[in-house]
């Protein structure tokens, strides 16, 4: 065999537009180790809580990340929440739910798009943007924002989702249905994509539970763990969750695992639509957390697990806000995903496990 | 067989209507709710100052002497926490983004004085 070689990938590159470095060492086409660096987005952002009170911290929360927004705002929300022992309405959480399962939806479009691209399936990214743009659209009318929604807050939601709103939003999830399973279809049994995923970057089941890998990269090695199994508000009135898995452990596992997931969300919004509770959309939030009160919780984000931990001081602004992210555990599994691999492989390998790198390092 | 299913899409996708816009020809109309920008209504505002405390960003400075409220449309992050906390109601969220600019400035507003407009009513009168 011949010396190895280190060759640098990122932070630019052009699949992956997230700023990851990466040192491979091949030895002639093969990876036989890798070296992730982060650390070129990292803004300070958790410790700005001390800055802000915790009824204005949702708004930094919700730009750790552009596609997690709605999640990191839900997240935060439920974990002061529970930091100040607050209930909120049951229409909210319904309503916190149908906006956090649709920006799965966009997250997981967004990353299929990304992936076609990725393959040279350029017809594919753009039907699967346009399809996106589908759900952006619906975050403008019920939110105001496309991105940055800043519906959520601490107590319940600001805006409300009548009746008639909701019918067209299920009226065009049903219309995005139709199209993606065809997308879908095309892209599970196309051949090129097969040759290109089906035994790449195989991580077993005992090395995902091992290394805590979290979220679709951790169900695509049958790790049946989703924190929306949990129940926790509006996912307890589901009347059936199971968390989609497959044992195949390689990219195509992930693909098609992260494809289903956004049948499941469809599902899940009109489920919670039908089901939707009338009442208060808020709660008034009164007070500080007290001195040393500690909460945590945890969520699942498009990409996996994501923990929120917090600890009040007796004032408005909090002594603690943590947030462990999904990327920051899969990255480890990545690093191994990726020995033995055939250097072309990197990028597919990096898509499939979708890092999200301005969550990981806030 | 999978690629000619989706070429069958894309093929259908001529005879549609485009999904893109000409734009700046062609505008898409904004929706009810669009968190466009603040405007204040000065008639009505009191000026308390609760906007420029709840403000995350802070984008709104009340200057109670000078009697003006001004918002720096550059560091507003449209969270709309002011228009729900106004206990006048005089904040709204206008559905309409403001005009692309060269420079950086503040919208001033001028908020009148109820008891020197009485008293230039009376005068006048």
């Known amino acids: ?362 | 067989m999978g690629s000619f299913k989706l070429g069958g899409m894309t093929f259908g996708s001529l005879f549609k209507k485009p999904e893109t816009i000409l734009y700046p020809f062609e505008q898409k109309p904004a929706p009810a709710g669009l968190k466009g920008h603040v405007a204040n209504d000065a008639a009505r505002c009191i000026l308390c100052g609760i906007c420029q405390k709840c403000c995350p960003a802070d984008a709104i400075v009340v200057e109670k002497k000078e009697r003006t409220w001004s918002i720096d449309p550059f560091r507003c992050v449209q969270c709309g926490s002011c228009v729900r906390q106004c206990p006048k109601h005089c904040l709204t969220m206008e559905p309409t983004y403001t005009a692309v600019a060269t420079a950086q400035s503040c919208t001033v507003v001028t908020v009148p004085d109820p008891k020197k407009e009485a008293a230039a009513a009376e005068a006048t009168a």
């Open chain 1, 1 to 362: 065999m011949s010396k190895a070689t280190i060759i640098p990938f990122g932070p630019q590159h052009p699949v992956l537009p997230e700023p990851l470095h990466l040192d491979l060492v091949v030895q002639d086409e093969t990876v036989v180790d890798c070296i992730p660096q982060i650390g070129f987005v990292h803004r300070g952002l958790e410790k700005l809580v001390e800055t802000r009170d915790y009824n204005q911290f949702i708004y930094i929360a919700e730009r750790i990340c552009g596609i997690c927004a709605m999640g990191h705002s839900l997240g935060y929300a439920e974990t002061v929440e529970e930091l100040m022992g607050v209930e909120v309405p049951k229409r909210a959480e319904y309503l916190r739910v149908i906006w956090h399962e649709l920006s799965r939806v966009h997250s997981h479009l967004l990353w299929l798009g990304l992936a076609a691209d990725a393959f040279g399936f350029e017809s594919m990214f753009m039907h699967c943007w346009r399809l996106r743009e589908r759900v952006l659209d619906i975050f403008e009318k019920t939110t105001g924002g496309r991105v940055i929604l800043s519906v959520v807050k601490v107590g319940g939601v600001v805006r409300d989702i009548d009746d008639a709103q909701m019918r067209e939003i299920c009226s065009v999830l049903e219309g995005i249905r139709g199209e993606y399973t065809t997308i879908m279809n095309t892209l599970l049994t196309d051949t090129s994509v097969k040759n290109r995923t089906v035994g790449v970057g195989y991580l077993s089941q005992a090395d995902a539970v091992e290394l805590s890998m979290v979220g679709p990269f951790a169900r695509a090695s049958n790790v049946a763990y989703d924190v929306r199994m949990f129940g926790r508000g509006a996912y307890g009135d589901l009347s059936d969750f199971k968390a989609i898995t497959d044992n195949g452990g390689d990219c195509f596992a992930r693909v098609k695992v992260r494809c289903l997931e956004v049948l499941q969300s469809i599902d899940i919004i009109e489920e919670l639509a039908a089901k939707m509770p009338a009442g208060d959309i808020a709660v008034d939030v009164k007070g500080s957390p007290a001195d040393g009160a500690q909460a945590s919780n945890v969520l699942e984000q498009p990409r996996g697990e994501c923990y929120y931990y917090a600890r009040g001081n007796g004032t408005k602004n909090l002594e603690r806000m943590r947030m462990r992210t999904p990327t920051s555990q899969n990255l480890a599994g990545m690093t191994v995903a990726l020995k033995g691999c055939d250097l072309a492989d990197v990028n597919m390998i990096i898509l499939t496990i979708d890092p999200c790198i301005s969550c990981t390092e806030r």
